[in-house]
C-alpha cells in the first residue's frame, strides 16, 4: 500500500508542476471563468482528463513507438498551431460584443468538454510528455497491476482538477469586480497567448519538417 501511496503522490506533483506551467488550456480557463462560472475548470478538465485516458490505454497497448515518429510530432505541431490561431480569431472578432451581462447568452458558445480535448490535441508537448515521462511512470505503475495505473492516474489527474478548479473558482469569485472593458482586455489578452502558442508550435514543426 506504501508504494501505491507514492505513485498517486509524485504522480500529483509532477502534473501539478506541469499543470502550473501556462499553456493553452490556462489560457482558455481564465478567460471563459469570468461568464462560465466555477465548472469552467472542471469541463476543461474532463474532457482533457477522457483524452487522456484514452491516450494512457493507447500507450500500455503499444501505441508508444508511433507517437514518438518524428512525422506525427510535426503533424500534431502544425495541426495545433492552425486549432489554436482560428480560436484566437474566434475570441478578437466576439471581442466587440462580450459582456459578462449576458452569461446565459454567451454560455452556449463554447462546449468546454470538447474545448479540453481539442486544446490538448492541440498542443504537440502534451502527447510528447505522455510518451516519455508518462510512459515512465505507466511502465514503473503497471508493475503493480491495475491498482497501480489506477493510483498514478488518479493523482495525475487529481492534480489538474485541483489546479483548474482553483483558477475557475477564484476568477469567477472576483468576476462582480470586472467590468466589461476589463472582460474584454482579459480575453484579448487571452487571444493574443493563443497566437503566440499557435506562432510557437508552427515554427516548432516546420523546424522538424526542415531536419
Known amino acids: 500500500m506504501l508504494q501505491l501511496f507514492t505513485i498517486f503522490t509524485t504522480s500529483f ?65 502544425l495541426i495545433g498551431a492552425v486549432v489554436l490561431a482560428w480560436m484566437a480569431w474566434g475570441m478578437f472578432k466576439a471581442l466587440p460584443d462580450m459582456t459578462l451581462r ?29 510518451v516519455t515521462i508518462g510512459l515512465g511512470y505507466i511502465t514503473h505503475s503497471i508493475s503493480f497491476g491495475i491498482w497501480g495505473i489506477f493510483f498514478f492516474f488518479s493523482g495525475h489527474l487529481l492534480a489538474d482538477l485541483a489546479w483548474y478548479s482553483s483558477v475557475s473558482t477564484a476568477i469567477w469569485k472576483g468576476r462582480s469586480y470586472i467590468s466589461d472593458r476589463a472582460y474584454r482586455w482579459l480575453v484579448g489578452g487571452c487571444a493574443v497567448f493563443l497566437l503566440g502558442f499557435a506562432l510557437f508550435f508552427a515554427l516548432s514543426g516546420l523546424h522538424a519538417l526542415a531536419i
Not at 103 to 123: C, F, H, P, T
Open 102 to 130: 449576458a452569461i446565459k447568452r454567451q454560455a452556449i458558445e463554447r462546449n468546454l468538454v470538447a474545448a479540453g480535448v481539442l486544446l490538448s490535441l492541440a498542443n504537440p508537448y502534451w502527447a510528447i510528455w505522455w
Open 13 to 77: 506533483l509532477l502534473a501539478l508542476s506541469g499543470a502550473l506551467m501556462p499553456g493553452p488550456l490556462l489560457t482558455i480557463t481564465i478567460s471563459e471563468s469570468p461568464r462560465r462560472g466555477m465548472i469552467t475548470g472542471p469541463l476543461l478538465i474532463l474532457g482533457h482528463g477522457l483524452l487522456e485516458l484514452s491516450l494512457v490505454t493507447a500507450l500500455i497497448l503499444g501505441l508508444a513507438p508511433i507517437l514518438k515518429k518524428p512525422a506525427v510530432f510535426t503533424t500534431t505541431s
